[in-house]
């Protein structure tokens, strides 16, 4: 079992900034990789940015030049920067974790994330 708590989410003007945080606890293993989906009214779940152990970074091409995933490994915890922040960036943001030696996923319970035109 692993356990997400994210904080950081909330109401921002465009423009604007958010940092978002997600600390993992339980069972967690050394290689993992950790990172931020969102979705939108309906729309799908879509990857943000995600971030490895060994520090691969992916970001979504609406993301980039915008926001900067960066993790902490001594204490399981991933962050996302938001800047620049756009009305379309309205979503709940939810933390993700995988491990390599398995194919479970875990997910926090999404941090909600508004922007104001």
């Known amino acids: 079992q692993v356990q997400l708590v994210e904080s950081g989410g909330g109401l921002v003007q465009a423009g604007g900034s958010l940092r978002l945080s997600c600390a993992a606890s339980?069972?967690?293993?050394?290689?993992?990789?950790m990172g931020w989906y969102r979705q939108a009214p309906g729309k799908q779940r879509e990857l943000v940015a995600d971030?490895?152990?060994?520090?691969?970074?992916n970001y979504a091409d609406s993301v980039k030049g915008r926001f900067t995933i960066s993790r902490d490994n001594a204490r399981n915890t991933v962050y996302l920067q938001m800047n620049s922040l756009k009305p379309e960036d309205t979503a709940v943001y939810y933390c993700?974790?995988?491990?390599?030696?398995?194919?479970?996923?875990?997910w926090g319970q999404g941090t909600q994330v508004t922007v104001s035109s």
């Open positions: 993700n974790f995988r491990r390599y030696s398995g194919s479970t996923v875990y």
């Open positions: 339980g069972f967690i293993s050394s290689r993992n990789a």
């Open positions: 971030i490895t152990t060994g520090g691969t970074i």
